[in-house]
């Protein structure tokens, strides 16, 4: 797995999303753009918008940046974007550091585009993860965030070593949840709960 990023100055590589993690692990995950000033003034260093106009998106990622964050999309949940390919290059031309999907057939494609391919999987039933694991070790994402992320301590064992960064999200509502889940594998996790994105889990 590749993981210098392409030609666009300064992309993000595995490692340094990673890094950036270890000092403050809550990602902000933005489910409305009345959302945005909050998170850009908090410590989360990195910045999910799983929502809004996707065909608006450069002047939000521009924001981000300037906070000294990174910005990921959901190429599945913004509004206005196909989940196919021109999604992908629309939203790596917004300026986005990583593009978050379903579709493990989008990994190259994100990559190529020189972004970082975050693949996110649904587990919410027992006979999903073998499916949902399989799929994720086939597209070999830069990143594979695991929903519900709350989930991860009780199905960690049922995990396969993949080689992959994990992150948590989904029902992640408290310190408590931030830890199981960091203490499961995970290097991260993602919440929309605007009181975790301060979080310093040292």
């Known amino acids: 797995m590749t993981t210098e ?19 403050s692990p809550c990602c902000a995950a933005l489910v409305g753009e009345e959302h945005l000033e909050r998170a850009l003034a908090s410590r989360a260093p990195i910045i999910f918008v799983l929502r809004g106009n996707g065909l608006r998106l450069g002047p939000t990622i521009e924001r981000i940046h300037a906070a000294g964050k990174l910005g990921a999309v959901h190429l599945d949940l913004v509004d ?3 989940a196919d390919a021109r999604g992908v290059a629309w ?3 917004s300026g986005a550091d990583a593009i978050i999907t379903s579709h493990g057939r989008l990994m190259p494609v994100i990559r ?10 649904l587990l919410s039933r027992r006979s999903y993860l ?26 960690t064992q049922l995990l396969p070593r993949l080689g ?11 310190v408590d949840d931030v830890r ?23």
């Open 80 to 82: 206005g974007i196909a």
């Open 112 to 121: 190529e585009e020189g972004r970082l391919a975050i693949h996110r999987v």
């Open 130 to 155: 073998d499916t949902a694991l399989s799929a994720a070790a086939r597209a070999r994402p830069d990143i594979l965030e695991v929903l519900p992320g709350v989930l991860l301590p009780a199905i």
């Open 91 to 93: 939203i790596a031309r």
């Open 5 to 23: 990023l392409g030609s666009r100055p300064g992309a993000p590589t595995v490692a340094g999303f990673v890094r950036r993690l270890a000092a």
């Open 180 to 202: 199981g889940a960091m203490a499961a594998g995970a290097v991260g996790v993602t919440t929309s709960a605007a009181d975790l994105w301060d979080l310093d889990v040292d």
């Open 164 to 174: 992959i960064p994990l992150l948590a999200g989904g029902f992640i509502r408290s």
